[in-house]
């Protein structure tokens, strides 16, 4: 029997270490030997922290806390019965729901690249190779032929999952193909989209799946050298890959001569400096030599002249993961998931399964990992539960600030690489951020220039004024002095900067601008000519003042009121004296008779 | 190698960018922030063009100074869309820099003289002239970059680092907008440098430990002028001149 | 596999907490700096990691040892001045005692982060990017943590508080005061 107790961050912090730890003291007390307890990664259901599963038979306990274990122990692991208040309570139903496969939020997934989380010790190799670890790699060595790997991943149809979706196959074939004296092969564990956190579930929780990838991708191109890159803001990520490391060296998969082949190999780990720009594969190079990370134009593409000028291929964590998979699983099988077709042309589909993070105003936040071609209507309301506390679904932000924000109208489009990008947006790395009523669409545009402003080189010209221009401009309108023509003039420096910009990072900066005005237009129209925020953000545009009507004088925005802008005493009305008032919205929050109006 | 430049049908040897053939075939294409003495940079893009590659169907936007001229390239450098983003360039770069005689005359040139955003007040407009002729071709690195974003700034190190400067003039030479000014004061410094006096083209490597004529009074020094009028350029760039025209052209 | 276990027992400790606090030890020691390049092979590639290990002996960057970096590998000082002050992980004043991260990524943003800012900024009396007269606290905005299931969040040294309340976020700070 094995106990998998989520320990990654999110379920760290609903005290899941101390979950993990009284599993272990109780076991050891009750003296069980046949019961191996394991801190492991991200579950995925994130929303219902602290996560446990109980293999094998698969029965999920959520929001545990240390003070449930000695009954698990002595209920569950003992004598085969169920803890029923630790069950899921499906909402829909009312009913207690025992195993996790059973689950609403898991069936409707397909977790080919997560499932096994639960189940694995990511310091302990021996999980992974119980799970048909390192097979896949055994199987291409034994076989011999580097170009036979480079076609089957191209037959497969897998495209990059860090966002630009490009066919990973021919990626490979272009560097095994390109000139240079050696080779390199990058795994980009910058996860740098705001709101996204696939990578670090996998690298933290399995992280052998991404290290196994990036030796047989190694093996098809030629590389001696590899390179896993992971942001700076993942410390665990780069403990759980340099644990992961030393053991799959110990184990003869990584080094001099992999497992009799003669193939030799191996990988370090570097760490960012904090810089969303060196997700960008000619940044993250730059980094790597050691240099800021300024990206270069890519006339010459990076598998021709990459890393200190040689051939290299550089892909995604997630990309990498897919890898074993598919060598184990064949083509046949991977090639049923997903949409298109991709049999003579591989940018003809959207194969396997992509992870979202689904977050935001959603209820059941977390990992989602569903075939592509998922709606995504199924994805935030059928697994995602829809958006909490009786409020409506507004928008839904996917691609990071590369990317889009979706209305309602358009969530039966199916999530896949090309779908997307004819409304606007794009799939990206997978960041889903759910937005209801109480979201300010021109804020949320801001909010990405505003991040980008800062993120950005500064090299070139158009993104370094452009986002100080288009940040100027939508400051003005959130301030509440947008003119007229403030639209147009938006659209103009964004079509500027689309065009002009020497990287990615510039060339889609203006996506969540461009699509929040063709979506929702009417809300610009109302910051600027009728300087109102219908979604009650935009303090510059917001008064609170007390309905004396409702008012009980019961005292609390008073006592909540930060800038003492409150005046009245208990039982008498209260007055709000707007000119100190900073517009925080405590009393909104706190008052229980809906006295204070906005 | 064989390529069509605004219609007509032209030849270019092997590594010319499509600015350098332009350049050579009398095509005037704006390129602030590129210098025949440095690598291309690519920073201000003022350079775009239009490309179309040979059996694509899809026209792309490309820097001129970087983009290499392959076989069957189709250029155009003067199509609407390249108008249009030309002014738009050149509408942010007045905003940030709107007292720059350079910026005003470049800007005023394709009919743009009134930015719609708020400006700025720096005349520094980031082209990296100064940074890459004190790397690339004097070799003292005395100034970069820092930070980055909107607060991208040229600095020498710690904001107060003067010690690697040669005092050798080659940044205010190549600086388009006069935002870099020669010190008086780092002169001062240098010619004090261990007690003894030195000039600036000794330490340059032009002239030989002589003995200064003028006293080492450097604002009455004339070799900037002597050196510019035999060479038409700044002398430190003189060496940079020979070292690239092995290049081919066009 | 005994190293297996020894590993694990690495990663339990990690569980348990990293040994935090800021490192006091005196700049300038040019023993300790000369260790780090050696780790790192002295490559002029490896800046990154030999500066990520210098902030973790002094929690910043200071001068005198930038200096001694650009002249052991032959590394011109502004290119240094450039990699320092372009990465943001990098700081060449010295921090706080404590030190507080708030996660501004989309997620958070969208869940309230913004009236979290300025709830703890009225609390600490500083701006974001600050650090308190006193030397106590340092208050900065980070750009998603990667925790966005629990959003909004924070890391006060190194520990993640999680599903922050504007309303509520002052009181758990009093304590660093």
Redesign the interface.
Known sequence: MTVGVCADTGCRACDSVNVYEAFRREVARERLRKVEIKATGCHGYCEKGALVVIHPRGILYTQVKPGDVPEIVAKTLKKGEIVERLLFLDPATGKRIRLEGEVPYYKKQMRLILGNNSRIDPADIRDYIALEGYEALRRVLEHGKPQAVVKTITKSGLRGRGGGGFPTGVKWDTARKARGERRYVICNADEGDPGAFMDRSICEGNPHSVIEGIIIGAYAVGAHEGYIYVRNEYPLAVEALTVALEQARECGFLGKNILSSGFSFDISISRGGGAFVCGESTALMASLEGRPGEPRAKYVHTVEKGLFEQPTVLNNVETWANVPKIILGGLDWYTKIGTGDVSTNPWGGSKGTKIFSLVGTVRNTGLVEVPMGTTLREIIFGIGGGVPEGKTFKAVQTGGPSGGCLPESLLDLPVDFDALTGAGSMMGSGGMIVMDEDTCMVDVARYFIDFLKDESCGKCLPCREGLRALLEILNRITEGRGKRGDIRLLEEVSEGVAETSLCALGGSAPNPVLTTIRYFRDEYVAHIRDKRCPAGVCKPLLRFAVVSESCTGCHACFKACPASCITGKAKEIHVIDETKCIKCGACYDVCRFEAIAR | MKFVLNGKKRMAAKGTTVLEAARAAGIDIPAVCAHEALEPY?????C?VEVREKGKKRRR???SC???VKEGLEVETETA?IR??RK??LE??L??SPHALYVKELAARYGVTRP???KLDDDC??C?LC?RVC?EVVGA????????????KI????GI?HS?CLACGACTYVCPTGAVQMEYTRIMELRREGGEHRCRYTLMGFLPDAVCSLNYECFRCEIDQRYRGEAGTHPMLVRARTKRSGKARG | MNKVDSIRAMREKLLAGRGGGAGTARPQEAGVVRKILEKHGRRASQIIAILHDMQGVYNYLPEPDLRLISRELDIPLTRLYAIATFYKAFRLVPRGRHEVSLCMGTACHVRGAMRVKDAIERELGIKAGGTTDDMRVSFETVRCLGCCGQAPVMVVDEALVTKLDHLTVGTTLEKYR
């Open positions: 690519g920073a201000c893009r003022l775009v936007v490309v820097a970087l983009y290499p869309k249009k983003l738009f360039l942010l770069l905003a940030r719609r955003f708020s407009i980031l990296g940074v790397s690195n005395a100034i970069g970059f820092s930070l980055r974003g909107i607060s991208r600095d020498s190190p710690f680092d690697r």
